[in-house]
């Protein structure tokens, strides 16, 4: 049995430069061998960073070429299913950011790919290995806090004019599949996956107060749990003012809250039950892709499943197909099952 697992990244922009690529060559047992990127002088600059020897300007001449085992792909939405399905049509491991897809067909098609494969596969959502969630994930297991009766989560972030004018790709309704559902949203509805399973419905309005832009950068979402619990939502990129990250979820015996949660904080789990309050304090990396990219390497040498496959992936896709639908429409909207497959509205 391989005793490590070569990579080769594919993507050399922001976030492979701050979080991927350092988390690829610090991980046990895992050596960042090769890196691809159409802009080759960008892959050049970060290997050299590195010191990986081989640089790629060509997809197919990477997987060809490289002997990586698995591949890394750090790049825009509109990209992911291509490269998803040229890595395993190669036969290797894959680990790719998130969104999955650009929406729920295209997410699941790239999981079906996936569950066909004899190699592993599982998306970015690195909030799961979060002190913070593992911690709820278990009290909830445990039925600490009951029956979920409900939860909300709020998401605040300056988005820069600059990145306006620019035309940030995550910023392209084309590349990016929507605005900041897509580039944050994405990881709370994950989190709410995660701990209670695919949400019933979605209910959302959302618009842009940017003129230009052809993706929401406001939204407010009530989806409803499995169980018919609501779990309000909402997300701003308006308001020049400091970060708002929290989450707290209701329960029947008591209410769990995260003041604070990776990448923009890393504060206590409240938990209140009845009249009190215990504070829990979590550790988290300093690199939060680390902890991600050590549980994929652990399943590819031990033979075990990564901690978000593709399957639980696409369900974040499927959720804001809905969400989407729903704002479109104006109604709640059922959000579909898995095996049914979505379109976009």
Not at 193 to 205: D, I, Q, S
Not at 282 to 287: I, L, P, T
Request: with cysteine; proline share 5%; net charge neutral.
């Amino acid at each position: 049995m391989a005793k490590t697992v070569t990579w080769l990244l594919v993507g050399a922009g922001e976030i492979a430069q701050r979080r991927v690529a350092p988390a690829l060559a610090e991980a046990a047992q895992s050596q960042l061998t090769a890196i691809c990127d159409i802009r080759k002088e960008a892959a050049r600059h970060l290997a050299e960073r590195f010191r990986v020897g081989a640089v790629y300007s060509d997809l197919e001449q990477a997987l060809s070429e490289s002997g990586a085992d698995a591949v890394y792909a750090a790049t825009p939405v509109s990209t992911h299913v291509a490269i998803g399905l040229r890595t395993l049509a190669h036969a290797k491991h894959l680990l790719v950011e998130k969104p999955l897809g650009l929406d729920g067909a295209q997410a699941l098609r790239l999981a079906e790919a996936a569950k066909a494969s004899e190699k592993l596969s599982a998306c970015a959502y690195y909030r799961r290995f979060t002190g913070q969630y593992r911690y709820t994930k278990a009290a909830i297991e445990k039925g600490d806090l009951g029956t979920p009766v409900g939860g909300v989560a709020n998401y605040f972030l300056h988005l820069p004019s600059a990145h306006v004018l620019e035309g940030r790709w995550f910023l392209q309704k084309s590349v990016a599949g929507g605005g900041l559902l897509c580039h944050l949203g994405s990881h709370v509805f994950d989190i709410l996956v995660g701990l209670f399973g695919l949400p019933a419905t979605a209910m959302a309005c959302c618009g842009a107060f940017h003129a230009n832009l052809d993706v929401e950068d406001w939204a407010a979402v009530i989806l409803r749990l499995p169980n018919g619990a609501p779990f309000n939502l909402n997300f701003n990129w308006n308001s020049n003012a400091p970060v708002r990250h929290d989450f707290e979820m209701l329960g029947s015996e008591g209410r769990i809250a995260w003041p604070a949660w990776p990448p923009h904080g890393d504060g206590p789990v409240i938990v209140r039950r009845g009249g009190t309050t215990h504070e829990q304090n979590v550790a988290n990396s300093a690199n939060f892709h680390l902890p991600l990219v050590q549980d994929f390497v652990a399943a590819v040498l031990n033979h075990t499943a990564p901690m978000c496959p593709l399957t639980e992936a696409a369900k974040t896709n499927l959720i804001l197909d809905a969400i989407y639908r729903s704002a479109s429409e104006g109604r709640e909207v059922a959000i579909a099952k898995e095996e049914n497959g979505s379109t976009r509205a």
